[in-house]
C-alpha cells in the first residue's frame, strides 16, 4: 500500500527574508516641480541608515509616500511587504518633521492615543523613556519646549514594535544636550529585524550610530551604501564626504 504524504510546504518569508523597502521608478510632481524623479531603492532590515541632503532634495516627500499619508505618485513602493496603506501603516511608525499632538492634551492623553490606535505599542516603555526624561504624564504639550515636545513625539515613535521607522529631522532645531537624549531614544531597543530610516541635516551627530547612508539630490539617489565601505572608498568620514559632495 503506498502511503501519500504531502509536500513539504515552503516557510513564510518573513522580514531578515526580504526587503524592508523596496522603491522602483518612484515619481512624485508638484505642477511642474519633481520632487521625486525616477527613484529607485532597496533597503534592509536590521540597518540604522541616514537620509542625507539638501532642503528640497525629496526626503521629506519621499518618507510621507513611505509612510502613507502621501498619494498620487507614480511608480511601484514597497514597505514592510506591503504597498503604503492600512496594512503597512499597522507595521510601520513614523515621526514626521511637524508636531502631531495635540496642543492641549496631556502626555497621558497621548500615551491613551497611541495604546489605542496601535496594537503594536509598547506602553511600558514610553512610560520609562518619558520618566527617563523627567516629564510628568500631566504635563501639557503647550507647556513643553520645542525640545521637550520632540522627546515625547520620540518616545511616542520608538515604542511601537514596528518593522519599519520613518524619522524625519527627529533631532534638529534642538541643542546638543537634547540631541543626545534623543538619539539614546531613538536607539533604545528597536526590534533587531527593523529598519530605522532617519532624515537629517545633522551628520556629524549621527555618523557614530548609522550603518549606511542615501543621499539624494533633485528627487534622485546621488550616492548609497554603508558607512565604512564609503569612507574606505573616498579616504574621509561621512561629516566630510557630506560636505564635499554638496559643496
Do not use: W
Amino acid at each position: 500500500m503506498t502511503t501519500l504524504t504531502a509536500p513539504p510546504t515552503k516557510p513564510r518569508p518573513t522580514m531578515t527574508d526580504q526587503a524592508a523597502i523596496d522603491i522602483r521608478g518612484l515619481t512624485k510632481s508638484y505642477g511642474r516641480n519633481r520632487a521625486l524623479d525616477d527613484l529607485h531603492l532597496t533597503l534592509r532590515p536590521g540597518r540604522l541608515v541616514g537620509l542625507l541632503g539638501e532642503n528640497g532634495c525629496g526626503k521629506t516627500t519621499l518618507l510621507k509616500i513611505l509612510a502613507g499619508v502621501m498619494h498620487d505618485y507614480d511608480g511601484d513602493v514597497i514597505i514592510a511587504g506591503h504597498r503604503p496603506g492600512p496594512q503597512s501603516k499597522a507595521r510601520v511608525s513614523f515621526l514626521p518633521d511637524t508636531s502631531f499632538l495635540p496642543d492641549g492634551a496631556r502626555i497621558e492623553r497621548c500615551l491613551r492615543l497611541y495604546r489605542d490606535f496601535f496594537a503594536d505599542f509598547d506602553e511600558a516603555k514610553a512610560r520609562e523613556l518619558i520618566a527617563s526624561f523627567g516629564f510628568e504624564t500631566s504635563m501639557r504639550l503647550k507647556d513643553a519646549s520645542k525640545g521637550m515636545r520632540e522627546k515625547v513625539q520620540v518616545a511616542l515613535a520608538m515604542s511601537r514594535r514596528a518593522q519599519v521607522y520613518l524619522l524625519d529631522e527627529p533631532i534638529s532645531g534642538v541643542d546638543p544636550a537634547a540631541r543626545d537624549t534623543l538619539l539614546r531614544a531613538i536607539l533604545c531597543d528597536p526590534p533587531e529585524d527593523s529598519l530605522v530610516l532617519i532624515s537629517t541635516h545633522l551628520v556629524h551627530d549621527l555618523e557614530p550610530v548609522l550603518d549606511s547612508v542615501v543621499m539624494m539630490r533633485h528627487g534622485r539617489i546621488i550616492l548609497s551604501g554603508d558607512i565604512d565601505d564609503l569612507r574606505a572608498e573616498h579616504g574621509v568620514g561621512l561629516d566630510q564626504l557630506f560636505r564635499e559632495t554638496y559643496r
